[in-house]
């Protein structure tokens, strides 16, 4: 009876039968999201996890799908090197319209403790793909992953139905041309705290 | 066969590298230089050392440290071979046809510090892609990618 009850409630507000069709494509696409798997890291042990019995992530019609032409959402659980971004660039876009992405934990979402001093880490998958739900944690719980994956659910069921409308957000990490915590504006006068330039750190390790 | 007995056989066998021989943690630590790593490493081999368990190179900043770990499972006791290599075109001999072992370690080397083995058989790169501009661990490695940690972290 819910279902109906939520059928009807969806359809009630639009009188058009296409966008009745479309409420109910979306209703029904948020309740199967199947998901990849792109275990990279460590996260992928509590992908796993929510996965499997005791956390049982079929109960909301999710699960791992290791193909990416049956799949609806890829979670990328774990640290993406620079070496293995073609490689989860080329799985996005062999998955079929319409597509999703979940970052799960810190590294997918801004590269984590690689963010500083690594050579060999992609700052966050929104450098590459258009993501829909971060969700924080080094690593997120199971219960964690799974609220985001409910929370992508009703993403979904409010998305238009055109497969290239995407929802631009700001990076709201700080980036290198940005002022540090501390640090004075040129021309505020000499800083209380003695910090150092910008560039002194460097000086040390040079051969 | 202890540390110690194989010190005085190995100072009776080969009296130059006697003076460049040391123990330090229950091992002994071997410094020989580039042009003869091959060779003391192959005497090492029929001497008994068997196994190869790692390789690494150290940036002293003038110049490059090569690391070899030997261990020996007869006699059970381990071994550190080291020579330096010079910064300007570092090259050295490849200890694949000596320890199979060595290969993905080299690779490795070659990859992250750009030290070139001759006569490996295969020196691509094994974790960086094809087309990496420079060697990461190196000291004088610059990335402008790469973001400095702020002193406050």
Known sequence: M???DRLGKSLES?????????????????HSLWAMPMGTACCAMELIAASFSKFDFDRHGTFPRPDPRHVDVMIIAG??????????KRLYEQMPD?????????????????????????????????VDVYISGCPPRPESLQDGVLRLRELVRTRSIDPDKRYPKDLLLPKPSDRRR?????????????????????????? | MKIEELRE?????????????????????????????????????????????????????????????????????????????????ARIASLTDLWPSADW??????????????????????????DWPGHPLRKDYRDERMIRRPDYI
């Open chain 1, 2 to 4: 819910a279902l109906v």
């Open chain 1, 14 to 30: 639009a009188p058009l039968l296409l966008t009745s069709v479309d409420a109910l494509v979306d209703w029904s696409l948020g």
């Open chain 1, 79 to 88: 640290t993406v090197t620079r070496k293995m971004q073609p490689a989860v």
């Open chain 1, 98 to 130: 319409p597509k999703f992405v979940v970052a799960m934990g810190n590294c997918a979402v801004s590269g984590g403790i690689f963010f500083y001093d690594s050579y060999s880490v992609v700052r966050g998958v929104d450098e590459f793909l258009p």
């Open chain 1, 182 to 207: 501390g640090e004075k504006a040129p021309g505020e006068g000499e800083g209380a705290r003695g910090e150092k330039a910008p560039g002194e750190r460097e000086g040390g390790d040079a051969a």
């Open chain 2, 9 to 89: 056989h190995l100072c009776g066998r080969y009296p130059d590298l006697c003076p460049l021989f040391s123990l330090e943690f229950g091992d002994g630590i071997l410094v020989v230089d580039a042009g003869k790593l091959h060779e003391a490493a192959s005497d090492l081999r029929d001497l008994g050392f068997d196994l190869l368990g790692w390789c690494t190179a150290v940036d002293r900043g003038a110049h490059f440290e090569m690391v070899y770990r030997l261990r020996s499972r007869t006699m059970q006791v381990g071994m550190f071979l080291k020579c330096d290599v010079p910064r300007e075109d």
């Open chain 2, 105 to 130: 370690h080299e690779r490795e080397v070659y990859d992250l510090f750009g030290i070139r083995f001759d006569g490996h058989p295969n020196l691509r790169r094994i974790f960086l892609p094809e």
